[in-house]
Each structure stands twice: as C-alpha cells, then as structure tokens.
C-alpha cells in the first residue's frame, strides 16, 4: 500500500519518526547503529523499519552481513509536496487566529 496517508500514519510514531530523523541526519546506516539509540529490544526496533518499509519511507539494502537503512527521498518529496501545497492554507488560519487574538486583546484594553 503506496499512499500518502500510509506514510504519515507510519511518522505518526515517534519510533518511526525519531528513526527517520537519524537516517535524514546521517544517511544511510546499518540497523545495528539504529538499535543503539532506542531503549526497546532489536526485534522492536525491527518492527517499526518494516512498518517504514512497507509504508515506502525506508530502503533496505543488503551489504555481507549488513542491513543498510536509507531514506527513499521521492517519499519524502511527496510529503513536503503535500505540505507546502498546504501551507497557504494554515497561513491563512495563522493570520486569521493572530486577527482573533489581537481583537480581544484590543477590546479587553478598551
């Protein structure tokens, strides 16, 4: 399942957030170096890099005896797409909310 919404159900988890962080910080590791930072067990760990596989966040790679973990960066376009597609939208709310504030402000002085 290939969808928009998959993906940010999946970030939706701090886990999975955290680990999606660290691979755009870092590019790509080894999921022994991702196990290190988290307190929860390897095979936990292991879990939330399948939900990001499936959910096609995530690439994994096999290198000898290595899994390697990377960003797939046409998902994340496809997200900061959405975004700023959007942004025009919450700006609005965001003037429209300091227009709110800055009334009762102003009637509260008065």
């Known amino acids: 399942m290939d969808t928009l919404s998959t993906k940010f159900a999946a970030l ?3 886990t ?3 680990i999606v962080e660290r691979l755009l910080n870092e ?3 080894p999921v022994s170096d991702l196990h290190s930072n988290f307190d929860m067990s390897p095979p936990a ?3 939330h890099l399948k939900v ?3 959910a096609k966040i995530v690439n994994c790679k096999v290198k000898a005896q290595q899994r390697l973990y ?3 960066q046409e998902s994340m376009a496809e997200i900061s797409k959405w975004v700023m597609d959007h942004k025009e939208f919450w700006m609005g709310s965001m003037d429209r909310l300091d227009a709110l ?3 009762e ?3 509260e002085n008065e």
């Open 27 to 29: 590019g790509e590791l």
């Open 105 to 107: 402000i102003n009637e």
């Open 70 to 72: 990377s960003v797939r």
């Open 45 to 47: 760990i292991s879990r």
């Open 12 to 14: 939706g988890d701090s």
């Open 16 to 18: 999975r957030f955290a």
């Open 101 to 103: 504030i800055r009334k």
């Open 52 to 54: 990001l596989r499936e």
